[in-house]
């Protein structure tokens, strides 16, 4: 049951506009190139070495430890939904590599001059979240900060023969999505006041939806599954080009397959950019090749930064009518596939056509 609080638009105590803001690409890879040790545990069996999206420490033959953390500032108004969307977005690391949640450990920074209700709804949107997931809040930590911000440190499992990863991509494969993009233009539009209540409450419904059953769709599919992620922050092609580079191999992308949120475009033609896309774009823009005529509006869809987008995986063709049987229960959209080999980073390119 809801409780009574007064009325805030949380998204205006947030310092950035619309999705979850990150880092960007170039200052995160200087910022822990330092971190990169030169021996590690033989039982870490996903570090700093690659960075993928959760670190993964080998127990036994049967069993390996997930372990993530995320959080950031308001993306929507209501602090339930904030709440959810923080927790979907936190367990969605698990699910990427493969695994199950077993417990979170609640991370707050609250204004102290903010109703303590409004947290209690924040906690109670991302308690919900981890009951869905099957796992239990197990503890947290709580500092005072003039802008709100939550999210949680995640534990997972998974057998360490099955774990997925970034890394693995193969010419010829499909490279299949399991949710619309448009989270970024569609908060933002919310932001400053553009969004229509239909609008808000789709992109919401999306940003709730967990990953597992898209996760255990790929676990299923056993070896055609080659790499995996899930697509956040910095957008699809940003984390295409993660793939890509640790693949070293060339991805082609159809523009026109990629499945967008309800009026996702229209708040792009609308000016709703939020800040993390330009920055995800002055990253990237030298890496992608976008075809020719292609509509600055469209082209706002290759930036846009997500919050608990979907699972973004490169598979073996086989596989795909296997995933495409899934729906309604869990939809994998068709995007691209993946090109050739290239011999270093340096060379590998992302097309869009």
């Known amino acids: 049951m809801s409780i009574d609080i007064p009325p805030i638009r949380l998204t205006t105590l947030a310092g950035s506009a619309g999705c979850a803001a990150k880092m960007g690409p170039q200052n995160l890879a200087q910022v822990v190139s330092p971190l990169k040790q030169t021996s590690v545990p033989l039982d870490l069996l996903v570090g700093l070495d690659a960075i993928d999206d959760a ?3 080998r127990l036994n033959d049967q069993q390996a430890v ?3 953390a995320d959080f950031f500032p308001p993306v929507v108004d209501d602090p339930y939904s904030y709440g959810a969307i923080a927790a979907a977005n936190a367990v969605s690391d698990i699910y990427a590599m493969g695994g199950k949640v077993l417990m979170a450990i609640n991370l707050v920074a609250w204004p102290d001059d903010l109703d303590p ?3 209690r ?3 109670r949107g991302g308690s919900d979240i981890i009951a869905q997931a099957g796992g239990a809040i197990a503890g947290g930590h709580t500092i005072i900060d003039n802008e709100p911000k939550y999210g949680l440190s995640v534990t997972g499992l998974v057998h360490p023969d099955h774990i997925l990863t970034k890394g693995g991509a193969q010419p010829g494969d499909i490279l299949v999505l399991s949710k619309p993009l448009g989270a970024g233009l569609i908060t933002t539009a919310q932001k400053r006041n553009k969004v229509s209540d239909e609008d808000i409450q ?5 940003m709730t939806r967990l990953n597992l059953k898209a996760s255990e769709a790929l676990v299923a ?5 080659h790499a995996a992620t899930d697509v956040t922050g910095f957008g699809i092609m940003g984390h295409a080009r993660e793939m890509a580079i640790q693949s070293l191999t060339n991805m082609r ?4 397959a990629f499945p967008l949120l309800q009026n996702a475009r229209h708040y792009a033609e609308l000016g709703c950019i939020p800040g993390g896309a330009q920055r995800n774009k002055t990253f990237l823009e030298a890496h992608v090749c976008i075809r020719e005529g292609i509509d600055p509006v469209d082209q706002a869809i290759l930036w ?3 919050t608990s987008g979907g699972l973004f995986a490169a598979v073996d063709p086989a596989v795909w009518p296997q995933l495409a049987a899934q729906a309604p229960d869990v939809t994998f959209w068709r995007i691209g596939e993946v090109t050739d080999r290239v011999d270093n980073e340096s060379e590998v390119v992302l097309e869009v056509r």
């Not at 789709?202 to 999306?206: E, K, Q, R, V």
């Not at 599919?221 to 599954?225: I, Y």
């Not at 992308?253 to 026109?256: D, G, M, P, Q, S």
Request: net charge negative; aromatic share 6%; no cysteine.
């Open 55 to 57: 670190a993964v420490y």
């Open 221 to 225: 599919a056993g070896a055609g599954v």
């Open 202 to 206: 789709a992109a919401i419904a999306s």
């Open 121 to 123: 709804e924040v906690l």
């Open 304 to 306: 846009d930064p997500q």
């Open 117 to 119: 209700a409004i947290l």
């Open 253 to 256: 992308f159809e523009l026109e």
């Open 66 to 68: 997930i372990s993530t």
